[in-house]
C-alpha cells in the first residue's frame, strides 16, 4: 500500500509545482506587457507619436515574451521617425532584470528630410536592469549589449564603403541614475552619469573598427569624453570615400598620413592604426587635431 502512496504523492507534489510556475509565468507575463503599455503611454505623454499593431504573449514555459507588431515612433517635434516589422521582448521568470529585445528586418528610419532604410538579418539587445536595491552610482547601472550582422543599408544611393555592414558589437554600460520628467538627462548629467563602452566593434566594407571609451554630458548638454578606437583597412576605406567624391583627394592623403602616424603591424602584417579620440569644448579630436563639431543634445 505504502508503494502507491509515494508515487501518487510525488504526482501531486509535481502537479502542484508545475501549477504554482503556471501562475508565476501568468502574473510575470501580465507584469512585462502591463510595463510595455505603461512605457508607452508615459512617451506619449511627452508629445511622442507611437503607433503598433497587436500586442501578444509567448513563450511559456521557458521564456516571457510579448511580441509587438508594427511599432513606429516619431519625436515630438516630427524631427525622426522609426518602425519596424515587429519588435520582441523576452525575458524569464527566474531572472526578471535581464530583458532580451529582437528586431530583425526592415528598420525605416527617418531625419532630416531623409529617408534611411535597414534591412537587418539579426538584431538583438540584451539589457540587464540595476537592482531597485542599489545603493551607489555604480549598482544603479543599466548594462547592455547590441548585436547585428548581415546589415543592409537599402537606401537610393550606396555608401562610398558598400551596402553591408557586416558586423555591429557594442557592449557597455549607463551608469548613473535617470530622474526627473522635464529634463531626464540633465538630471542623469548632474548626478554623475556616464556612458562606458567597453567594447564597440563594426565591420562595414574594408573598415574594421574597434575601440572602448567613457563618456558624459557637460554643462551646455554636449557630448564630452575620451575613446581609444583602432582602425584597420582605413587606406581601402578612404579611398573608396575619395571615389564616391565624400573627400577630395588632398583630404584623403592627409587623412592616410595622420592615420598611419598612428598605425603598427598586426600579427598578420596588416597596419592597424590605434586613434585617440577626445570629445571636449564642442569638438571631437583625433590627437590634437580638431576634427569635428559637436551640437548640444536637447
Not at 548629467?189 to 573598415?207: Q, S
Amino acid at each position: 500500500m505504502r508503494t502507491r502512496v509515494v508515487p501518487t504523492a510525488l504526482a501531486i507534489g509535481l502537479l502542484a509545482l508545475a501549477g504554482a510556475y503556471a501562475i508565476q509565468w501568468h502574473v510575470a507575463a501580465d507584469a512585462l506587457r502591463e510595463g510595455l503599455v505603461r512605457f508607452i503611454d508615459g512617451r506619449r505623454a511627452e508629445g511622442y507619436r507611437i503607433e503598433h499593431g497587436e500586442i501578444s504573449l509567448g513563450g511559456f514555459p521557458a521564456a516571457i515574451a510579448v511580441r509587438m507588431e508594427a511599432p513606429l515612433v516619431a519625436a515630438p517635434d516630427g524631427r525622426w521617425r522609426w518602425s519596424a516589422p515587429a519588435i520582441l521582448l523576452r525575458t524569464w521568470a527566474w531572472r526578471t532584470h535581464i530583458l532580451d529585445i529582437e528586431m530583425p528586418g526592415r528598420h525605416a528610419i527617418a531625419g532630416g528630410g531623409n529617408e534611411f532604410p535597414i534591412d537587418a538579418g539579426a538584431a538583438n539587445i540584451s539589457l540587464a536592469l540595476p537592482s531597485r536595491r542599489a545603493t551607489d552610482i555604480r549598482s544603479n547601472s543599466l548594462r547592455f549589449v547590441l548585436l547585428a550582422a548581415d546589415i543592409a543599408l537599402a537606401g537610393s544611393t550606396e555608401p562610398a564603403l558598400g551596402r553591408k555592414v557586416s558586423e555591429l558589437a557594442i557592449e557597455g554600460a549607463v551608469v548613473g541614475p535617470f530622474g526627473g520628467r522635464s529634463a531626464p538627462l540633465g538630471a542623469w548629467r548632474d548626478g554623475g552619469g556616464t556612458l562606458e563602452i567597453a567594447r564597440l566593434r563594426f565591420v562595414w566594407g574594408p573598415l574594421t573598427a574597434e575601440g572602448d571609451g567613457t563618456f558624459a554630458l557637460d554643462e551646455a548638454m554636449r557630448p564630452i569624453g575620451a575613446a581609444s578606437v583602432r582602425l584597420a583597412g582605413y587606406d581601402a576605406a578612404i579611398d573608396r570615400l575619395v571615389e564616391a567624391g565624400a573627400l577630395t583627394p588632398r583630404h584623403g592623403l592627409t587623412y592616410k598620413s595622420a592615420l598611419a602616424a598612428f598605425a603598427q603591424a598586426s600579427p598578420d602584417g596588416e597596419a592597424v592604426a590605434q586613434v585617440p579620440l577626445t570629445l571636449q569644448d564642442a569638438f571631437i579630436y583625433v590627437g590634437p587635431i580638431a576634427l569635428a563639431g559637436l551640437p548640444a543634445i536637447e
